[in-house]
């Protein structure tokens, strides 16, 4: 959820404010916001990790 929140603070406070009508994010506005928070990088990490079983 931390990393979505991510992604939702640079929509508001970094591209929306670009556009002084804004009504709507496009297509490539939403990727350079996964991007540039790092989202697909830390889901990815999520992906590969593996707890540790302690008495295993």
Do not use: H, W
């Amino acid at each position: 959820m931390k990393s979505f929140e991510g992604v939702i603070a640079y929509l508001l406070t970094t591209i929306a404010p670009r556009n002084a009508d804004f009504t709507e994010f496009s297509d490539a506005e939403l990727m350079e916001a996964i991007l540039a928070s790092g989202y697909v990088e830390l889901e990815l990490s999520r992906e590969t990790y593996r707890p540790t079983v302690q008495g295993a």
